[in-house]
């Protein structure tokens, strides 16, 4: 045996000691649920198993969820008998009933019920004990184990637990969704996911970015983790990165140890059964990102040919840099986008513009104590800034972090004109005069002062700004510029941007 199994007692204390403690140790991994899910017929109970391989990563892991089913679905606790009986908090079992219990109950002791009467809640509490003691275990093994039949999950303590598992999901579902705000743009999301889904296939959904699609896409995988599973693409520039990026979305095994390729075959085994359906968030990255000119799009090729191929649902959501990249390619390389695009079966474009009634909608969203002055500004600000929505949550942020200053919780309308004027919009002037300079190789200096390009809303003074904006297209925005004689930079003119 290694000897890095052992230490001498007395000896210095190594971080690597407690790595094998099972509250550190991961939940069920996804190729091996697999595997599993490909002996049992039912659909419902594929979406079971890999629900409970989500859940088991998650904190609290199984345990968790068997104390959320005593506590989502009480009325299934206890026996047939008990339920014949009656099943009271209060109430008391007499002797005749105490002695059926006797002979039916599957944990009685010699030891225990010896009195003619007894509480029903002493019963309905082993019950329970019971319950969050043997099903975790027995939830693991129905995902593991292919002679594990589901009917051996239907415990005497608890009422058809299968039932209640269906039940949960469609909680957990109602749940994720309840306060989820669908926008035109998060409509049109939906549509290309549950396509895909249902007719498994690969879609393509491109629009502009920060206008909420990849939010609507988490929240849509989040409601059925046991059908779906989202990965958001980093500019990885091995494959080895690459694929541990999606191993790791779906939950599977992704030692730093496996090579590339044993990482992609990997991959491989979990989405070809088809069980789940794969979200590629920012699916721009799946083209070359350096050395166009000699590069070939391989990871586009391995959707198309590895999952597209054998009819798994995928769904690419991506800015208008996917196009851009896809035109390049072919410009520079032979490569040729026709069976690509053979392959997508659906394509949405997302509008170029939220409407106010949708920005109000995540306004509210993000801060629901917000009162209606606040929301105008907010929807305002949104309309005249390039960031989209992101700048609900910017603003949101700073007057969250005003209240928070002055010992609240609950924002109010000075929270918000107080945060944008001392935070969001200085950082607004800061970032667009780095980018002007970045750009442009030069700092923008005029008699000793910056200039201040695209600034989305000039700041002002609170008492100044306690109206509504005015209404202003999408393109324009605020530009300060530099008085040449009196030095000032006050004086304010709208200008497409």
């Known amino acids: ?11 210095d204390q190594r971080d690597e000691r407690f790595a094998s403690d099972p509250l550190l140790c991961k939940g069920l991994k996804a190729g091996d649920v697999i595997r599993r899910c490909e002996t049992l017929g039912a659909a419902d109970q594929v979406e079971i198993a890999l629900f409970l391989q989500y859940i088991s990563n998650l904190p609290g892991a199984l345990e968790k969820l068997a104390a959320e089913l005593l506590a989502a679905f009480p009325e299934r606790i206890g026996t047939d008998e008990m339920h014949r009986f009656g099943l009271k908090p209060s109430g008391v079992y007499n002797a005749d009933q105490v002695r059926t219990l006797r002979d039916t109950f599957p944990f009685y002791l010699e030891s225990e019920f010896l009195l003619p009467t007894y509480p029903v809640d002493d019963f309905i509490k082993i019950c329970r004990d019971n319950f969050l003691a043997d099903v975790p275990t027995l939830l693991r093994q129905f995902c593991l184990d292919p002679a594990f039949r589901i009917e051996q999950l239907d415990l005497r303590t608890f009422r058809d637990l299968p039932a209640a598992l269906i039940d949960y999901m469609d909680l957990w579902e109602k749940r994720t969704l309840a306060d989820l705000v669908v926008t035109e743009v998060g409509a049109k999301v939906l549509e290309a996911l549950n396509y895909s889904e249902d007719q498994k296939c690969l879609a393509l959904v491109e629009g502009f970015a920060r206008t909420g699609k990849t939010f609507i896409a988490k929240a849509w995988c989040a409601a059925r983790p046991g059908r779906r599973r989202v990965v958001s693409l980093s500019e990885a520039t091995s494959d080895k990165e690459f694929f541990r990026e999606i191993a790791k979305a779906l939950l599977a095994a992704a030692s730093y140890g496996l090579k590339g390729n044993e990482l992609r075959e990997r991959v491989n085994d979990i989405l070809r059964p088809g069980y789940l359906t794969l979200v590629i968030d920012e699916a721009h990255f799946l083209w070359p990102q350096r050395n166009i000119r000699e590069a070939s799009p391989r990871r586009i090729e391995w959707v198309r040919t590895s999952l597209a191929n054998y009819d798994v649902p995928v769904v690419m959501i991506a800015t208008h840099q996917f196009t851009k990249a896809q035109q390049q390619i072919e410009k520079h390389t032979n490569w040729s986008s026709e069976q690509l695009i053979g392959r997508i079966a659906f394509c949405a474009k997302l509008p170029d513009r939220l409407e106010k009634d949708d920005i109000a909608a995540v306004a509210r969203f993000h801060l629901p104590e917000a009162d209606a002055r606040s ?4 929807v305002d600000y949104v309309i005249a800034s390039k ?3 992101a700048s609900i949550d910017h603003g949101v942020k700073a007057a969250r972090h005003e209240a928070s200053k002055a010992g609240r919780t609950t924002v109010t309308y000075k929270d918000v004109m107080i945060g944008f004027n001392n935070t969001v919009l200085p950082s607004d002037r800061n970032l667009v005069n780095t980018t002007h300079e970045a750009e442009t190789g030069t700092a923008s200096r005029k008699n000793g002062q910056s200039k201040v390009y695209a600034l989305p809303v000039q700041p002002q003074p609170l008492k100044t700004i306690s109206t509504p904006i005015p209404e202003r297209d ?8 530099s008085d040449r004689k009196n030095n000032r930079s006050n004086q304010a003119s709208l200008s497409t941007v």
């Open 1 to 11: 045996m290694s000897s890095t199994r052992h230490t001498i007692p007395g000896s």
């Open 375 to 378: 929301i105008t500004f907010l």
């Open 387 to 389: 960031k989209h929505l």
């Open 474 to 481: 999408s393109g324009t925005a605020l530009i300060v510029k």
